[in-house]
């Protein structure tokens, strides 16, 4: 059992930058692949970030890739998103997620275990 609370969520204006930060319950927090969605109003949830349990692997959503950074620290259960040059389009609720497999996943039924969500948002 993984039990995840994000934190880090905000208002921001376009251009700026936030950090989400995601920490995990569980001895077995290492083992599991690390995802980041989000969810606008009146959309689906989409994929926005993934590392594999290692760090090994990191796939990006082409809508923010080189504008957003995942990484992990597994000696303090972590995850985190740095996220620059935010954009309007950037708005939505951001979702910790992981997956007891290990990879860098993709897709949501791929993963086990949501975090409550983080809202962020970014004025124009």
């Known amino acids: 059992q993984v039990q995840l609370v994000e934190s880090g969520g905000g208002l921001v204006q376009a251009g700026g930058s936030l950090r989400l930060s995601c920490a995990a319950s569980?001895?077995?927090?290492?083992?599991?692949?690390m995802g980041w969605f989000r969810q606008a109003p009146g959309k689906e949830r989409e994929f926005v970030a993934a590392i594999s349990w290692s760090g090994s692997t990191i796939r990006y959503a082409d809508s923010v890739k080189g504008r957003f950074t995942i990484s992990r620290d597994n000696a303090k259960n972590m995850v985190y998103l740095q996220m620059n040059s935010l954009r309007p389009e950037d708005t939505a609720v951001y979702y910790c997620?992981?997956?007891?497999?290990?990879?860098?996943?993709?897709?949501?039924?791929?993963?086990?275990?949501w975090g409550q969500g983080t809202q962020v948002t970014v004025s124009s």
């Open positions: 569980g001895r077995t927090f290492r083992s599991y692949g």
């Open positions: 997620a992981a997956d007891h497999w290990g990879a860098a996943a993709t897709t949501n039924m791929e993963y086990d275990y």
